[in-house]
């Protein structure tokens, strides 16, 4: 048991802006009063629920490829040495498993959704989400480019991609479901992209693009999962994209979807020399979209991984950057880039990237709808979300940011006119109670009676970007794990899955094809649930 | 100065990043002797490997065998060291100043990274001498390393700036990627010198043999090389630039990067 007094509680779920209350938690979840336990004194502190990434990439085959590409990353990174109740572990931008909980826990951050597991490497994402402590987790699983979900959409057969959906979904043990690049990535495998919404896909008749997204944004509706759709447009990170991501929200009418690190597919212009910002026209057809939400993806100066399912995009930056890179093939169900990559000032593209991923969050009137993300490790590393904070809470220093920028880079943005500074309120909005909601969550993300007792504390400081550099305690499950800066103690995390409702019969179907395609037998192919250490179903009920 | 003597091998090599004059300044005898030292992954005392014996100073001596002892003067930024006999991998590894002075033989990846400071080697030493670490796009930035014997594999590897000289023979891959800097090969190297160099200057005082994607320019004497050889004369080493005593064929390549690299061969008048 354990009361928290005197401290400035903000929960919006709940209407509670900074309000001073005292929260009260027993067996790990939020409740009216207790007697007796420990009390914390939070006089001058902030009380935020803690921090959920509804977009992050922390494991599984692609990150491991990552780690192992990059030994160079770890000589500078940061240490975790291993004690009697801590497991050694490495930071730096691919941190290892043991390190991304410690560093997310240590920010106050204690859930995060897993953005991209291709199915055949779902049995090793968890594994590694197993040893990733302190965090829930969940994880969503890449359907835009299954070659047996879109043999049948190209054959019309709804009804059936729909149960197949569905029963991949559960064989992963997965929470959602993500399309990265539809169709691209099929076509990367002859050496081709997908960058129209209309045209067929590279070896399809019909199944263009759109039909995907409309396709799958469908099912995902009809199959009531907790999250919609999370989408990956086509055409990432290419000059002139801004016109494939509005069509793309079109496609979208009346579907729910989430539109992943949206700073990569705002960009005007028709080459790099002509790249400019379109964060405007974008936002303004966000606004009037009630039916999406977005998280940032924002870019921070410095080092990042650039790791996605979207092969062709990744040989695009390893030509144009010249750094390392590596390509998987993840035979018919999707692929995988690698490129290290370093963002400059001194870059014009870069510069106009960092200028996007804020121009979007401050052009998008609904916090609910925008959230917090650098797509780590894409735009940066998880741990600099602070700094990005910072940069949405003071205008000042966002402009002390600009005057290091290349001129030239400031006549291809808006946000040196842009005056909006972010609320706390509004802070514990795009890094906590958006997330939790746009993920279905219902008890994270509030400090409501009955939600999980997932807290931060963050002692008030008068400069209005500091305070979030790092908590004083953070709570999860009811327990202290993070005090001044110290990891106090190590928990075990939940995972959360979804249960769709499907035919067990579409097994049948299924088995001889993956007998004629796949290189893994089909009885070895769906993770048990008793892989998972602590699941946590959402049954999806209609 | 401190003078720490090797009592015994250690059974593996021990990691000893801790011997380093920015460690040890200002610390008294007993307190280096309490210093961390890694055995495996087992945390140890200096003291339980080495006598430590002498005054305190930030010039340091270790005497005895420690080809098995790694990392010594590693990210030193002033001071220095002398090893009288042998020391093991990553001697001077990231070092940014001061000097090293090593009576024997050297191991693998002497001064990999370094930014500045020197160091002297009088016996042979391994492969990947002032290299970039594994995975890393630049290696030795600055600083210089003196070897009097010969070096091993990859010497200078992906090396930005500085000058290495090898008095005997390199073994294959010298320069390596090399993207700036000097390389002097007093006695040549083995095969594939240069290979896949972008930019920086090898220079051999004997023929070697050279890469088909390198071509042949002409036949001069550099003038930046008698600045070079009145700098390295300071050092001890000396350069031939006279032309009445010969000329450098100067090779570009690599060719297959396509970098802008030079091999300057010497070609004494007389033969």
Redesign the interface.
């Known amino acids: 048991m354990l009361r928290i007094t005197g401290g400035t509680v903000h929960d919006p779920a709940n209407g509670v802006l900074g309000v001073v209350q005292d929260v009260c938690i027993a067996d790990g979840r939020i409740v009216p009063k207790v007697e007796g336990g420990r009390s914390i004194d939070a006089t001058g502190m902030v009380v935020f629920p803690g921090g959920v990434d509804v977009h992050t990439h922390v494991a599984g085959a692609a990150m491991n490829f990552a780690r192992g590409?990059?030994?160079?990353?770890y000589?500078r990174a940061i240490r975790f040495i291993q004690t009697p109740d801590r497991r050694a572990g490495l930071g730096g931008i691919t941190p290892t498993t043991f390190a991304t909980g410690y560093m997310y826990a240590g920010m106050g951050w204690t859930t995060v959704n897993e953005a991209a597991v291709p199915i055949l490497s779902a049995r090793h994402t968890h594994e590694e989400m197993h040893d990733i402590p302190i965090l829930d987790k969940s994880s969503l699983v890449l359907m835009a480019n299954n070659e047996i979900v879109l043999d049948l959409l190209e054959a019309g057969e709804v009804e059936r991609a729909r149960q197949v959906v569905a029963w991949l979904i559960w064989a992963a043990k997965a929470y959602g479901v993500k399309a990265v690049n539809p169709g691209g990535i099929v076509a990367w495998k002859s050496g081709k992209n997908a960058g129209a919404l209309s045209e067929p896909v590279e070896g399809y008749r019909k199944v263009t693009p759109g039909r995907i997204i409309s396709g799958l944004a469908g099912i995902i509706d009809d199959l009531k999962l907790p999250h919609p759709l999370h989408l990956h447009c086509n055409n990432l990170g290419i000059p002139g994209n801004v016109g494939t991501t509005l069509e793309t929200m079109k496609v979208l009418e009346g579907r729910r979807a989430h539109l992943a690190h949206l700073q990569f597919h705002a960009y005007g212009g028709d080459g790099w020399g002509t790249l400019r910002s379109e964060a405007t026209a974008l936002a303004e057809a966000f606004n009037a979209r009630t039916n999406l939400t977005a998280d940032a993806g924002a870019i921070l100066f410095g080092d990042a991984m650039t790791v996605t399912a979207d092969g062709p995009w990744e040989h695009v930056l390893h030509q144009l950057s010249g750094r390392k890179w590596s390509n998987v093939d993840v035979e018919n169900e999707t692929g995988c880039g690698i490129v290290p990559y370093t963002y400059k000032e001194r870059s014009l593209v870069n510069a106009v990237q960092w200028a996007v991923g804020l121009e979007l969050l401050l052009l998008i009137d609904d916090p609910w709808r925008i959230f917090l993300t650098t797509d780590h490790p894409n735009g940066g590393g998880f741990w600099r979300y602070p700094e990005l904070i910072r940069l949405l809470r003071d205008a000042d220093y966002r402009r002390e940011c600009l005057k290091r920028l290349p001129p030239k880079a400031l006549e291809r943005m808006v946000l040196p006119d842009l005056d909006r500074q972010y609320s706390v309120s509004e802070i514990a909005i795009i890094t906590s109670a958006g997330p939790a909601r746009a993920l279905g969550l219902s008890r994270k993300g509030h400090l409501g009676v009955g939600a999980d007792a997932d807290l931060a504390l963050y002692e008030e400081k008068p400069a209005a970007g500091r305070m979030f550099e790092y908590p004083r305690y953070v709570i999860k499950a009811g327990e202290i794990v993070v005090e001044e800066g110290e990891i106090r103690a190590v928990t075990q995390g939940r995972e959360f899955i979804a249960r769709p409702a499907f035919d067990e019969q579409i097994e049948a179907y299924l088995r001889p094809l993956f007998e004629k395609v796949y290189t893994m037998s089909f009885d070895n192919y769906a993770v048990e649930l008793e892989r998972l250490a602590q699941p946590d179903i959402h049954p999806c009920r209609p | 100065m401190p003078t720490l003597t090797l009592r015994e091998q250690p059974n593996v090599p021990l990691e000893a990043e801790s011997l380093s004059p920015d460690v040890m300044a200002g610390l008294g005898l007993d307190a280096i002797r309490a210093l961390p030292v890694y055995l495996g992954k087992r945390q140890r005392r200096v003291d339980e490997f080495f006598e430590v014996a002498g005054t305190t100073g930030d010039a340091l001596e270790i005497r005895g065998d420690a080809r098995k002892v790694k990392w010594i003067g590693r990210g030193m930024t002033g001071g220095r060291i002398r090893v009288t006999g042998n020391a093991g991998m990553h001697l001077g590894a990231g070092m940014k100043g001061g000097a090293i002075e090593v009576s024997g033989d050297v191991g693998d990846w002497l001064g990999a990274e370094m930014s500045g400071g020197r160091i002297r080697v009088g016996g042979n030493a391994g492969g990947q001498v002032g290299a970039a670490?594994?995975?890393?796009?630049v290696g030795m930035s600055g600083g210089t390393i003196l070897i009097g014997g010969t070096a091993g594999l990859e010497v200078g590897m992906r090396m930005k700036r500085g000058i290495i000289v090898v008095g005997g023979r390199a073994r294959d891959f010298a320069g390596l990627e090399m993207l700036g800097g000097t390389i002097l090969l007093g006695s040549g190297a083995e095969l594939r010198t240069g290979a896949w160099i972008s930019r920086g200057t090898i220079i051999s005082l004997q023929p070697i043999p050279l890469l088909p994607t390198f071509s042949y320019a002409c036949t001069y004497n550099p003038t930046f090389l008698r600045l070079y050889a009145r700098h390295l004369s300071t050092l001890g080493v000396s350069l031939p630039h006279d032309e009445r005593d010969g000329a450098y064929q100067r090779y570009t390549g690599d060719a297959a990067v396509p970098g802008r690299g030079e091999i300057l061969v010497w070609k004494p008048r007389d033969s």
């Open positions: 590409i990059t030994p160079e990353n000589r | 670490c594994r995975g890393s796009l």
